[in-house]
């Protein structure tokens, strides 16, 4: 079973002040479309007014129906059975809590942007 690779989309966004506040949605589409071609199973956890963006063929994106955070903890929980998951943020408590169900973490930095 290929490493799941969760990404905190907001926090993704967010951690470089490029203007995406400008169009959040089309920040998260640079974004999944930077993560294409990865060994992993990609999933985009995607809220807000970034929720309108679709999945492509190799990034799945999961619309959260309210706190994004709690979306990735049920992913990892569900999905992340019998198999290396990595979640991507900076958000601390969300980190803590991703750890706790046996993820690793890494930074924003770690996946491209473009």
């Given amino acids: 079973m290929k ?3 969760v990404v905190d989309a907001a926090n993704v966004v967010g951690s470089v002040p490029d203007g995406w506040w400008r169009d959040r949605a089309a920040a998260a589409e640079r974004l999944r479309d930077a993560l294409r071609g990865r060994d992993e199973e990609v999933v985009l956890v995607v809220e807000g007014k970034a929720r309108t963006i679709s999945s492509v063929d190799d990034v ?4 959260a129906p309210g706190e994004g955070d709690d979306t990735i903890v049920e992913v990892v929980r569900t999905e992340g ?3 290396a998951v990595t979640v991507v943020t900076a958000d601390r408590a969300l980190r803590q809590r ?3 169900l ?3 973490v890494a930074g924003p930095t770690s996946v491209p942007r473009r």
């Fill in 3 to 5: 490493p799941l690779l």
């Fill in 60 to 63: 799945r994106v999961v619309s």
């Fill in 81 to 83: 059975v019998d198999r």
């Fill in 98 to 100: 991703v750890v706790e």
């Fill in 102 to 104: 046996g993820a690793e």
